[in-house]
């Protein structure tokens, strides 16, 4: 194993684009000029995952996660840093230069890419027995065949076969470098009680299952032979890697066309899903033989709010599956069911007919699911009462869990014609429904509560972790905050803030001791600032950042911002000429001439100053947000994200005042908080120590001068402060 070189990472970092890194796990759409969606680390119905491109970050305001690129792919994909970058890597075609690991560097990999990469190694094992060895060729090649499917889905979906023996894999595996341990905690081998280990997957085709990055998390097996003793199916366990609660076959060959259709058709198995993509009709993914989950449709949600079911005639198999079209509604998605014809399943479905026409059925016969529930319930109950009664408490219970209300009401009037019953009393069950539920949830959540509350008691025997782990976990946390001890903490918040937002940028001219004049950015007021009086940050995740911002200043800013203006100073040049030339070709008479050069000048000159401010505002924040240091990386992130922006109404018709603007202001007096701070700070100290001073006069008489120069200097600090009209936030 390798590490990285920091050319390669930097080459990653400038390449990866947020919003192009982002739509291959969430839908976005604009708005204004960033992006939002549903956030993939929690269940919500109202986007609140946003997205900015100048930035190159995102965040969700919700549950607070987010992060550049790099950050976005470790916490969607559960990797660690250099996983993060090899999958940015591959995804823009970067090669990766790398060196070699020390064996410390090499004993700290983490488990997961050590999982994901025996995986990998399997797949392609699996992968070479069906086309080059003479079992896979005549068992496993040949079924797929007989099954109607092709070469170019065997290799899109990567499809395999296990050898019939033993420990096939094993060996294999144990050649290459990899070891028992991982095959056996990704599944792939199998310790018996007596001592002895065999390969899980053996006489078997392979169905490797992805996630959305293209990770193989677990393997699906199918087995050939007719002896029903042995289980037709069988599939990796959970592990650390793979939750199949949580994953959906197909999605990583799916999510293009689902996010170009903005539908996703719901299949059951994996012949289902490839026969289907054979077809044609790629926004096809499956639940891999399970009922469907909630942590499944949450995915789906992620691309598009439209599914459409599909059955087979199977009337016991489709009740048994109604569950999930309730689970489908709760979670907001809109929902068409398809019956196929008797005797079909979408395998055979898709296998039997052209490409049109699937696709034309699939139009033409999708329905509306209160529809299709109420037939299904229904049927049979004309002539016993209870049974009909049942079947129309079921459907109400399925509006119940719909969250829109106007969705809910036409569902109801639907119901209503369908069933020559009152709109009003479906609509007074349908709201007993949801009152009930939502009880239901409430002593859930209580219990819930209750069971953390007593974890929580339970772990306060445990040791208190050394001052060097307390402080990797505030990193890993990626919170920001100090704990309730440290009361400098949001005032040394609030200035970091300002150094990472706007930290090139300038803010006032300063005059040294000669007389001489010079400008000086924020985060050169700052320093200035805080070393006229000594001060530094005491809290250690914000001091780090700040040695990180400033290091960042003095290491790179001057060639930045000289390629940024070459960059811009030729985008005006190109614009000058393309735009004089349009005014030659156009113009009427020399005034119009003089007047739209007079125009085309000031445009350009704007674009060239707007640019040099953009590239100098985000400079900080793009490169810190994706520093490889855990706790610098999180904290600028949390530091740099806004909740709310300036209505386009506000800043088209009035010139509102931002905090850009007040930055001359805001600055000094952050500064002067801290110093404030400090000194009330210390004077409580003092206090204290007064309080214990008994007889000892002298110790008396010190402390009390100490006090009267603090108060002095706190009076001082006043006269600048006055009434002040930004606090920092106590977090």
């Known amino acids: 194993m390798a590490r990285i070189d920091d050319a390669t990472v930097r080459k990653i970092n400038d390449t990866a684009d947020i919003v192009e890194v982002v739509s291959d796990y969430v839908r976005l759409k604009k708005r204004g000029s960033g992006y939002i969606g549903l956030c993939p680390f929690h269940n919500e119905r109202t986007p609140s995952f946003s997205v900015s491109k100048s930035r190159n970050f995102c965040k969700c305001f919700s549950c607070g996660k987010g992060g550049s690129p790099v950050g976005f792919i470790m916490e969607v994909e559960q990797v660690d840093y250099p996983g993060a970058l090899r999958i940015l890597a591959r995804k823009y075609g970067i090669t990766i230069e790398e060196r070699e690991l020390t064996d410390e560097e090499r004993h700290e990999a983490s488990e997961r890419e050590s999982m994901l990469a025996v995986n990998d190694f399997a797949m392609r094992w699996f992968e070479r027995n069906i086309q080059q060895t003479q079992e896979g060729r005549d068992i496993g090649l040949a079924y797929f065949r007989q099954r109607g499917i092709d070469e170019r889905m065997i290799e899109r979906f990567h499809l395999g076969y296990s050898l019939d023996r033993r420990d096939a894999l094993r060996t294999e595996a144990l050649r290459a470098g990899y070891t028992d341990e991982f095959l056996e905690k990704t599944g792939l081998i199998i310790r018996h009680e007596g001592g002895g280990i065999s390969d899980r997957f053996r006489a078997r085709v392979i169905y490797p299952i992805f996630t959305l990055s293209g990770k193989v998390v677990g393997f699906g097996g199918r087995t050939l032979r007719s002896d029903k003793t042995m289980a037709k199916y069988v599939n990796s366990p959970e592990s650390v890697i793979y939750h199949k609660s949580t994953e959906l076959y197909g999605l990583y060959q799916a999510k293009p066309s689902i996010v170009r259709k903005d539908k996703c058709i719901l299949v059951e198995g994996y012949m289902d899903v490839i026969s289907m993509h054979q077809a044609g009709i790629e926004n096809v993914v499956a639940s891999s033989g399970t009922s469907l989950t909630e942590g499944q449709i949450r995915l789906i949600h992620r691309f598009t709010e439209n599914v459409t079911v599909i059955y087979d005639s199977d009337p016991a198999g489709i009740k048994a599956s109604l569950r999930g079209i309730d689970l489908l509604l709760a979670e907001g998605l809109m929902v068409k069911v398809l019956l196929l014809p008797d005797g079909d399943d979408p395998d055979s479905f898709a296998q039997s007919h052209p490409s049109s026409e699937v696709e034309r059925y699939i ?345 009267g120069q603090l108060n002095e200097s706190k009076k001082s600090l006043a006269a600048y402060l006055g009434e002040r009209t930004i606090t920092p936030r106590r977090h």
């Open 363 to 707: 139009e033409e016969n999708e329905g509306d699911f209160v529809k299709f529930k109420t037939d299904i319930l229904m049927k049979d109950t004309d002539r016993d009462p209870i049974a009909r009664s049942r079947a129309m408490t079921e459907i109400v219970r399925t509006i119940a869990v719909i969250p829109e209300m106007m969705l809910r009401t036409t569902y109801i009037a639907e119901c209503s014609r369908r069933f020559g019953i009152s709109e009003e009393l479906l609509t007074l069950q349908v709201r007993r429904e949801m009152a009930a539920r939502a009880e239901r949830q409430a002593t859930e959540d209580r219990a819930r509560q209750a069971r953390r509350s007593w974890e929580e008691q339970s772990s306060t025997a445990a040791a208190t972790p050394a001052p060097d782990v307390a402080r990797q976990a505030a990193g890993n946390a990626a919170v920001a905050q100090a704990s309730p001890a440290n009361r400098l903490a949001p005032y040394e918040r609030e200035i970091l803030r300002y150094v990472l937002r706007y930290g090139p940028l300038y803010l006032a001219d300063m005059t040294d001791d000669q007389g001489h004049t010079y400008p000086m950015n924020v985060i050169e007021v700052v320093a200035s600032l805080l070393e006229q009086d000594m001060l530094q940050f005491s809290y250690p995740p914000y001091a780090d950042t700040y040695a990180a911002a400033r290091s960042l200043m003095a290491r790179a800013w001057p060639d930045y911002i000289a390629r940024q203006r070459q960059r811009l100073e030729q985008a005006r040049d190109e614009r000058l000429e393309a735009g004089r030339e349009e005014i030659r070709r156009t113009a009427m008479d020399m005034a119009e001439i003089e007047r739209r050069e007079q125009e085309l000048q000031q445009s350009v000159t704007s674009m060239v100053d707007e640019g040099m401010e953009e590239a100098s505002r985000t400079f900080i924040s793009r490169e810190l947000g994706v520093d490889s240091d855990d706790t610098v990386r999180k904290v600028t992130l949390s530091l740099v994200s806004e909740r709310h922006k300036l209505s386009k109404i506000h800043s088209k018709f009035s010139r509102v005042e931002t905090e850009r603007d007040k930055l001359i202001e805001l600055v000094p007096m952050a500064i002067y908080n801290l110093k404030e701070a400090i000194i009330e700070q210390r004077l409580a100290a003092l206090r204290e120590e007064l309080r214990h001073c008994g007889s000892d006069p002298e110790a008396c008489t010190r402390i009390l001068s100490d006090m």
